[in-house]
């Protein structure tokens, strides 16, 4: 960045206060750049340029190589992040926000406070523009300004997820990392299959895929749901309304994981009414969902009814789900996920950007009951663990995603066309309506029976397996 003492008082805002540069932006919002240039102007093409272009013709900035914030002085980083809209004209977070490249031999050497990530991203002046295929850079609409300063308790957990990503490519295996490993910061791909791989420090005779450092969809819908939730469309700093499962304080001694476990830990092989009598659980009703009301007690230490929403588990994308085993060993249930949005699907042509991926991709927590004998329902707490998606379930899972993308463009959507549990490949697709009058919109405008994405029983049963096998082995 140019720092010369001409350039700074020529500026049409304090280059060195954070405060001063979010004001500015303002009038950003709403117009598009060319709004501010000459009819001979050349914009930059490429997925980067968009920032650089802000940079350059709104905030007068020269482009540079320098690693540092954009705004160094301000100790603040500038990044446009693309909407998108449904058909309720709703906006919606369209991608992940990409911090910065990961470059594997570089990255091992750092500790998180030095960092890359780190030194840029602790403050962001984020700029929400809405996304429209085959636009010009220069005609993309600004909606939003948000001055977002990661709270202290967030980069706790971002300073774990950057630890967990660095310990696998030390291990010698970035090219395993996925972004179903951390919490809030995901090591996302970069480029397109078959591009060429980087080499890692640690397994010289396996290349990784490019990857980027990346705040996920699901914090970023936090912060969407915050400017929304405003009635502003330029925000400073963040108030959560949400629940909170842990402390800060609480984080500086243990993992967000650890912390959550060691709460199930003291009812382990207990018997769930005597669980639920202990955490005031009221089940005398006997619920249809007594095993989650249960589980979130446990979860939240009896502050929240439903953990999913809270704080840490929305940032985080994290879905907790509870499993019963029959005493025979047989999962009887098969899990369930959200409905198809039919116009996601069509929509999206990249399965790396798809809701099913960032759904099946994202960490999820199992709480396991165990019945102690056959037929009498006498089920106990078994285990506790988090999970993610190994990446040839994930390959799979991408082959289910296209069978289901294919039918909804050829506007086949019925059970004679989807994946069945019979079918034994891992996932499949069921009804989940409250009434055959509860329809869902489709691309051709007019609606159709909804249906659930579903993990089949079989497939939870190998989780489980594997599960066991990991802790044998833990303790052989």
Known sequence: MNDSPSLKSSLPYDITSAESIFEYSKGLLNKTLRDFVSEKYQPKKGKGSLGQMVENIYFLLETNNYPGAD?????????????????????????????????????????????????????????????????????????????????????????????????KIKQGKAHELSEGDTMYLGACRKGQKGESLMKQPFNPNTDAPRRAFCLKMAYMRTVLDYVLNSGKNAVSNIISDKPELVSSKALLKQSFEEILVNRFRPFFNVLYSDIAKKMKVDISNNPKNKFSLIANALASSSTCSNVNR?????????????????????????????????????????????????????????????????????????????????????????????????????????EEYWWKGSDKKKFHVRPKARNSKDLAPTLKGDRAKKFCYWFNNDYVREIIDNRRKEVFDDKA
């Open 71 to 167: 705004f160094s002085e301000a100790g603040m980083e500038l990044k446009c992040t693309p909407l998108k809209k449904n058909r309720q004209y709703d906006y919606l977070i369209k991608e992940r926000l990409v911090c910065n490249m990961i470059n594997y031999c570089q990255v091992v050497n750092d500790d998180f406070e030095h960092s890359h990530f780190y030194l840029k991203c602790q403050l962001m002046l984020m700029l929400f523009y809405f996304h429209q295929s085959n636009c010009d850079n220069l005609d993309l609409e600004f909606i939003f300004s948000v001055l977002w300063k990661l709270p202290e308790k967030d980069l706790l957990i971002i300073k774990h997820d950057y630890e967990i990503i660095i310990d």
């Open 310 to 414: 809270s704080e840490e588990f929305l940032k985080a994308g994290i879905t907790m789900k509870t499993i019963r085993i029959q005493s025979t060993g047989i999962i009887k249930e098969a899990m369930s996920f959200e409905n198809i949005d039919y116009i996601e699907v069509a929509e999206c042509d990249d399965w790396i950007e798809s809701r099913l991926y960032e759904l099946f991709s994202s960490r999820f927590m199992f709480v396991v009951f165990r019945e102690m004998s056959a037929g009498e329902g006498n089920y106990v707490l078994d285990d506790v663990f988090f999970w993610t998606m190994p990446q040839n379930d994930l390959a799979w899972a991408e082959v289910f995603w296209n069978h289901i993308r294919e039918n909804v463009l050829s506007n086949r959507i019925s």
